[in-house]
Every structure is written in C-alpha cells, then in structure tokens.
C-alpha cells in the first residue's frame, strides 16, 4: 500500500513567487493534515481536513497560505506569495479517524521549501 | 496550549554506548508517539504508547511514558551508526499532534 506522498521534495522560488505543494494520502484517509517545521524548531500544525472539508485551519499563519482538497482526495498547499519566513519543511499527514480516537497519523517525506 | 520540551536536540554518541532522548509535555495526555525521520524520508512511527506505565521496545530502542510526570523517555541501547537519524516526540491533543523540537542523533564510530 502507498504511503503518504507529496511533491515536489524540493522547492527554491524567489521572494513574492508563488509555489504549491501537493499532498496525496493514503487511499481511503478522510482526514488530511499539513504541519509545517521552521528553521529546525518544532513541527507545527497548520489544518486539518475532514474529505474535502476544512475542519481546523487555525495553525495557518496567514492569508498567503491557501489549502484546497477538491473532492477529498489529494490536497494542495499554494503559498502567494512567499516570502523569506516562510522557507521550512511542509509535512503533509493523514489518518482513518483523528488521533484522539487512538490510531496514528502516517506522515508524508514532506516538502522542502526554501524562498530567497 | 499543549507544550513539548524535547532534549537534548542534538546528541552526538559512539557506537555501543546507551543514551536516553527525553519528552516533557505541559498538559495531561494519556498517549504519546515517537516518530524517526531519516533525511528525505517520511516520518516513522516508531512507537505508540497508549497508557501510563506502557513500555515498548523494538531492537536497541525502548521508549516508556508516564503521564503523571507528563514525561516520555526513548532510551538508546548500545546505539549503531544505522540509528543516526532525527527522532520526535509527539502529544496529540484534540485534531492534532503537538511535536517536540526534535532530537537530531549521530552515532559515530
């Protein structure tokens, strides 16, 4: 079975460019999550989706950060435009049920961002 | 919000020698994960601890949690250079997971 996959592994785009980063779960996962690592601190979380629902987008940093999963499936992550803070490692994760409910969330190999 | 204090975040260690990686968190939790990221690759799951007291082991690596400490501990057993790698601890509270900074771990010969 197929793991968690995200495109591109690598990004380098200028300030004010814009990128998008594409996630594809595991098959048959509702829920969908991006988390974001900065300059080797913490993995943050960012949202959540439930199918194609957002259900909690409060880690999102700003309004230059749009996440979209049209038909619940694959999502995408565009950031417009970027800027220098932004540059990190874009973790994209998903799961059967929410890890309350004691299941674990498999995780992509992320995407590295870096904006000059 | 949930705090997770991870040390130490880097650890350079000689292979044979034992190490222990710690996890604090702020709040009570009665699960914690371990994940292990190797460069360019997914995050792992390593371990999965559901309950206080829970101890699991797998090869040199044993990771044990206590919730009334609100502590986890991944303890290295005579560590090999193929345990190099960058290791997580993770809370998870409501939808999500609250991570640790991350413990990035060398094991020199």
């Known amino acids: 079975e197929a793991g968690v996959t995200q495109f591109p592994s690598h990004s380098v785009i200028e300030k004010g460019q814009t990128v998008t980063l594409r996630c594809d779960p595991i098959s048959g996962h509702d829920n969908l999550y991006w988390y974001r690592r900065v300059m080797g601190k913490e993995i943050k979380f960012l949202l959540h989706?439930?199918?194609?629902?957002?259900?909690?987008e409060s880690g999102m940093p700003n309004n230059r950060f749009l996440a979209e999963r049209t038909g619940g499936t694959y999502s995408t992550l565009k950031v417009q435009p970027a800027e220098l803070e932004d540059s990190g490692v874009y973790f994209c994760a998903s799961s059967q049920v929410f890890p309350q409910a004691r299941t674990e969330a498999f995780f992509g190999q992320g995407t590295r961002l870096t904006v000059v | 919000e949930l705090k997770v204090e991870q040390n130490p975040l880097f650890l350079s260690m000689q292979e044979g020698k034992n190490y222990t990686i710690y996890c604090n968190y702020s709040t009570t939790s009665d699960r914690l994960y371990w994940y292990r990221q190797d460069p360019g690759k997914s995050l792992e799951s390593l371990f999965v601890l559901l309950s206080n007291g829970a101890v699991k082991q797998e090869g040199r690596l044993m990771a044990s949690l206590d919730t009334k400490a609100r502590l986890s501990t991944l303890h290295i057993t005579a560590a090999v250079h193929d345990l190099s790698a960058t290791y997580f601890c993770?809370?998870?509270?409501?939808?999500?997971?609250?991570f640790g900074t991350g413990t990035s771990l060398t094991v020199i010969p």
């Open positions: 993770a809370v998870p509270m409501g939808n999500q997971f609250y």
């Open positions: 989706f439930v199918k194609e629902s957002k259900q909690d």
